[in-house]
């Protein structure tokens, strides 16, 4: 598939959602100015382009990234391909046009639209939508149609069904826990259980089998571990997530995976070096998970449901997040350069968790607190990983 292709693909149907949406606005608010909706999108067209120019030139002229000139129209603006311009086109389109439709569509509506979208946890998205970004970039060091379908695979559908998913099956349990309804995770009503289902699947068979016909058996197989896992981790019956030490497995399975399978489908070389970097990741996944449970004892407990944490308690899991975390840093100091740098992206996880190291099961609920400084910590260190990959570039 070419670049110019895929963005017409884009173009047609983002200028057919717009007239969807535009048209159900209208039709549930007559009094909707018409002028001033068109001058609205106007104007954030215009601004979206601008930016794109603006950003889109200054990072090729930085040499951050290139494109493969036979996937190409030719016609660029400076230095930005014509066809980049195409996505902050669409997006300009349709999302003002969903937000007004959905704004004139009922409160209930309106409400349960935010109750889906809380569910993917869009606070979290670039959790999995990096690593692939990331992984597949640094290998083949241009952008094409696979890193734009995957980046936006691992950014939305892939989390709304990890999620939404964890959503519908753990209902009962998260009715009692007051975490649940905010950042943390929605409180998805029963009448939503099965449209959650339903659009998880849709998003996600999709790019799955666009993603695998873009590869091989490997970038197969890294697919199939990945989905299984979005569904074995909370699906009944399977419920990885109520098997001890499993549930911690299975869930740094979640943000490695998506790694994994832009190494795979950009072709890079499985070595020692790239094993050790990505079981320091998978590690520190288990850590989180392993740290994040701990706040959930005494409702887990309450409501019958196995973990990690219930099953050696709060004082040993903060423990044992903390040992994963170190390990992971060490680990880091043996990559081949600038890796050793990562290792000090362990160090703010350490002194987030050191204070819990005599935590009790009684007081296991207080670590939420840590956990929200977590959440908070994944984008710093976000920053610092993107700032070794810049560095990682430039020596190549």
Known sequence: MTY?????????????????????????????????????????????????????????????????????SGISIGLAPLEDFAYPFAGALLLPAAWVALQHGGAQRRKDFGQLVLASRPISWINTAFPFGAAYLLTTREIDWVLLIGFLYFLIPYNFAMYGINDVFDYASDLANPRKGGIEGALLPRRLHRPTLWIA????????????????????????????????????????????????????????????????????????????????????????????????????????????????????????????WAVAGLLMLAAPWPGPLAAIIAVPYLLNCL??????????????????????????????????????????
Do not use: C
């Open 4 to 72: 110019p292709l895929l963005a017409l693909i884009g173009i047609v149907l983002a200028i057919t959602g717009w007239l969807v949406f535009t048209i159900m606005a209208f039709r549930r608010n007559p009094t909707l100015s018409r002028p001033h909706y068109v001058i609205a999108v106007g104007i954030t067209v215009v601004v979206m382009l601008a930016l794109t120019a603006v950003f889109d030139n200054l990072m090729i002229s930085s040499e951050l990234f290139h494109y493969a000139p036979e996937h190409l």
């Open 201 to 324: 699947a849709l998003t996600n068979i999709p790019f799955l089998i666009v993603l695998g016909a873009a590869g091989g058996p490997a970038v197969w197989l890294a697919l199939a571990v990945s989905a299984f896992a979005l569904v074995a981790y909370s699906a009944p019956r399977l419920r990885f997530k109520e098997r001890p030490f499993l549930d911690s497995i299975t869930s740094s399975v979640h943000f490695v995976s998506p790694a994994v399978v832009g190494l795979l489908l950009a072709g890079a070389p499985i070595d020692s070096a790239l094993v050790l970097v990505l079981t320091a990741f998978f590690l520190w996944g288990m850590a989180a998970h392993a740290f994040g449970a701990v706040q959930d004892i005494v409702p887990d407990r309450e409501a019958r449901i196995h973990s990690i944490a219930t099953a050696i308690g709060a004082r040993a899991t903060a423990r044992l997040a903390l040992a994963l």
């Open 355 to 396: 204070p819990y190291w005599s935590v009790t099961d009684a007081t296991s609920a207080g670590t939420n607190r840590a956990w929200r400084r977590f959440i908070a910590l994944n984008y710093f260190s976000g920053f610092l990983v993107t700032l070794l990959l810049i560095a990682q570039w430039n020596q190549v």
